[in-house]
């Protein structure tokens, strides 16, 4: 398992890495970083770890930095441990939730989507709940980041924010949670709530791009969750490029909200916390002429001695507080289900 031993030298000494494993594959793939500074965003090919609204927008690049590869063997289940959070944020929640749909309600938005921070006062093992990390989310893009000047991340995203290659694009609508079962059946709210993601994508781009091609929604599992996904391509066109799409997509009415501003303004009013990485964005950027970008979805933080785990929901007129309080704990348990302790 040399990729592992390698994680754990690299935390020891405290140089920026990036380990991803992307869906459906079994391969390994780690950036180190050379130095230890914090590298900017420019548009240099490279990892990129893009912040939800404020903060640093970094990149390891590819040149000049170490890119190696290599097979996943099998990996055995590492013993886990399920930590308690000492707060209950379930009022609070679900009082943010309730001001939510009253906005909405009074005409001021259409949706926005309502996240928290889970505090574990615990210490994990990084390494091996990477590594249950890896083997719990066959499907999921899979990582683990970390820089001195930033911090640890980690997590298991079911969402792409937009996969590039030459100038095809593809991209995903995904929205509404249910607990995942045999036959899923979804409700208006539901079905609502993801039409407005598509039809929001579909508004950006429709007159950008060519040939774009969008699929009816389809049920997709996610760990103990299902989802709803639309699938959308197009061709970009020379005066719509990698870089203008990203601007459009992110950040989607997925982690969002619509219409955009209105729902980021709330968030940032309302939330009561610093989002950070979390519902931004990373992945490959123009990586031998292809982008692979995921949304910061089902992860967590190290921090100091303690462990944050990020989860929201989308929110519209029909929300019910409760129901929508018990849908952050259950995306919460995709990444406490792989907790190991140190
Ligand atoms: C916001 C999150 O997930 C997003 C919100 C969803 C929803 O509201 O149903 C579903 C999938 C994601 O697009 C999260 O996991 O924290």
Redesign the pocket.
Known sequence: MQVFEEIQALLLQHKPFVCYVKPNEAVWNLLVQQTDEIIEFSNQAGFVFMPFHEGKQLVIPFEGNNFSQGNLENLEKKPTESFTSESNQKEAFENLVSKGVSTIQQGKFDKV?L?RKIVLKEQIAIVETFQNLISTYPTAFRYLFFHPKIGLWMGAT??QLVKINQNQFETVA????QLYSENVIWATK?IE??QF?TDYIVTKVKDKVNNLIVSDAKTVS?GN?A?LKSFISGELTADFQANDLIKALHP?P??CGLPKEKAIDFILKNEGYNRKY??GFLGEYNKDNQTDLF?N??CLEVENDVVNI??????TKDSNSEKEFF??EN?SM?MRNILVSK
Do not use: D, F, N
């Open positions: 989507v996240s079911p969402e995904l929205a509404g949670t539901e709530e993801q993601v996610a969750l989802h989607t997925a982690v979390y519902a949304v979805l089902r990020y989860v929201g929901c989308g929110i849908e952050t995306k995709t």
